[in-house]
């Protein structure tokens, strides 16, 4: 069974940082990019970003409103994505989700976001 | 960036009524889009892929049409557990974008 379990979620002040991990299970991790989108209380999904497979490079992608600020890594012994928030603002509390993105496999394309893990609460607030 | 814009953000339904929610791209995302529900409380799941692709699981009464710019979602015989929060996503290119969602209620 595929399987994505987020952790590290929790109260944090203005200005400080926290780092979010989601591990995987059940696939060939490798072949995946990873994404991270998040939820604000009432508000609709919103992207956060993303990182390639290491066969495209194993580069990240931000939304504007991060960029700078967080960033993404993956642990391929592991099996492990990451998610590290710096200088964090109150506009950042929401649920964070981890998903299974995009794979290229051969010739074959599997289309992405097909799997979501349960979610971490992240509240920034003094 | 890519927009995506959802219509309707709302709607009112009766259970067996059939519905039909938008997405436009403000450019070409050939089939790169994904519909996702959301119920309180939950994570979203993944009902259509590659923009007309049933997900494995979910019932057949959800159905996805469209390429390029415009895309629907359309509910057949709406079911109780059907009320929901809807979501489009592009993933043709980055900055990958939703749209704003539409919550389908109980009339």
């Known amino acids: 069974e595929v399987q994505l379990v987020e952790s590290g979620g929790g109260l944090v002040q203005p200005g400080r940082s926290l780092r979010l991990s989601c591990t995987t299970s059940?696939?060939?991790?490798?072949?995946?990019?990873m994404t991270w989108v998040r939820q604000a209380p009432g508000k609709g999904l919103e992207w956060v970003g993303s990182?390639?497979?290491?066969?495209?490079?194993?580069?990240?992608e931000y939304d504007a409103s991060v960029q700078g600020r967080f960033s993404i890594s993956r642990d391929e012994s592991k099996r492990i994505v990451y998610l590290q928030m710096n200088s964090l603002k109150t506009e950042d509390t929401g649920v964070y989700y981890c998903l299974r993105d995009s794979a290229m496999v051969g010739y074959y394309y599997y289309y992405g976001m097909d799997v979501w893990g349960q979610g971490t609460t992240v509240t920034v607030s003094s | 960036d890519i927009q995506m814009t959802q219509s309707p953000s709302s709607l009112s339904a009766s259970v067996g009524d059939r519905v039909t929610i938008t997405c436009r791209a403000s450019?070409?995302?050939?089939?790169?889009l994904g519909w996702f529900q959301q119920t309180p409380g939950k994570a979203p799941k993944r009902l259509i892929y590659?923009?007309?692709n049933l997900q494995s699981g979910a019932p057949s009464r959800f159905s996805g049409r469209g390429s390029g710019t415009e895309f629907t979602l359309t509910i057949s015989n709406l079911q109780p557990e059907d009320f929901a929060i809807y979501y489009c996503l592009q993933h043709n290119s980055y900055p990958r974008t939703f749209g704003q969602g539409t919550k389908v209620e109980i009339k």
């Open positions: 450019q070409d995302i050939a089939n790169n």
């Open positions: 990182i390639r497979s290491q066969a495209f490079g194993g580069t990240p």
């Open positions: 059940g696939f060939t991790f490798g072949d995946y990019a």
């Open positions: 590659a923009g007309f």
